[in-house]
């Protein structure tokens, strides 16, 4: 009987490399494509060359066949002309998400399935579980490196052709088992920064596409405090990067961002990492997307999660008089930012989630 057929997404970090390995051991049949995905590549940000080499090495010391494939004009159409667009709206999108739904698991999901193999394989730290025919998507074990955040507009036909074998384990076991097989990326830095292009200074890179346009940093009584280059390269809970020092008040509390003006090119600021005009105890969901669509209905308790690096926080999502999907959390949530995603979770299955549309 002949091997089922995997192929590994294969980025040149110790994740996916670990992640060939133990397909191997189980007796799939591995072969990895490494996708470039940013054609503008330098020393300093990009490391599509480094990777490159990362993942031949590793392919050489498994005895796994690579191809190489180049998604950068796929990447630039489904990914990054929506990370633009938002940003000029004067929202914050997340592209690792898009990255994944429009990447990871359609582009690469397709071009897997042209070299004729049963299915492809991730270094994700999730779990995908199957239940009379329909799919969960469940959280990592590891609470640390969960991504089911990432990875929550996948649809039932993406996780029934995908594994994640990296779910049940922990960062510190895969580093290990790297290392014990001699591979020179077991201590290798996990990756950061724009999903594909790498660490930024994220402003500067953003004014290489979108024009700057002075306008005033204003308190929350209208005074000016300030100046800017554009109100689009600022996000809601932004401390760094606001340029104004000094004491309101007879306070030494630094600036955030607490809103943007767009029309009138403002940003809106006040003192104080607690201060209540960053927080928001309700929020309006654009169109949810769910995992498992079957027998979805609203007005229930679960919790959400409106960034990665955040517990689940107990919540309820109802319908609002307009028809909006609304999340009610117990407890007000800091930088509630539009733009970003807001993620629902039953325990430790992930059950979808939506773009944050307005705080309230």
Known sequence: MAKESIVVGLSGGVDSAVCAHLLQRQGYDVQAVFMKNWDEDDDQHCSATEDLADAKEVCAKLAVPLKTVNFSSEYWDLVFEYFLAEHRAGRTPNPDILCNTEIKFKVFLDYASQLGVDRIATGHYARIAEEQGHYQLLCGLDQNKDQSYFLHGLNQSQ?????????????????????????????????????????????????????????????????????????????????????????????????????????????????????????????QLEEIHWIDPQGRTYDFNCSAKIRYRQSQQPCQLMRNEEGHAELVFDQAQRAVTPGQFAVLYDGDRCLGGAVIQLRK
Not at 166 to 193: C, F
Not at 232 to 238: A, R, V
Request: contains cysteine.
């Open 159 to 283: 996780l029934s052709q995908s594994i994640m074998p990296l779910g049940a384990m922990e960062k510190s076991e895969v580093r290990q088992i790297a290392a014990d097989l001699d591979l020179n990326i077991h201590d290798k830095k996990d990756s950061t920064g724009i999903c594909f292009i790498g660490e930024r200074k994220f402003s500067e890179f953003l004014q290489q596409y979108l024009p700057s346009k002075r306008g005033d940093i204003v308190d929350l009584d209208g005074n000016i405090v300030g100046q800017h280059q554009g109100a689009t390269f600022f996000t809601i809970g932004q401390r760094q990067g606001l340029g104004i020092g000094g004491r309101a008040d007879s306070s030494a509390e630094p600036w955030y961002v607490v809103d943007k003006d767009m029309l009138g090119n403002k940003v809106i600021v006040a003192q104080g990492s607690e201060h209540p005009a960053l927080f928001n105890q309700r929020l």
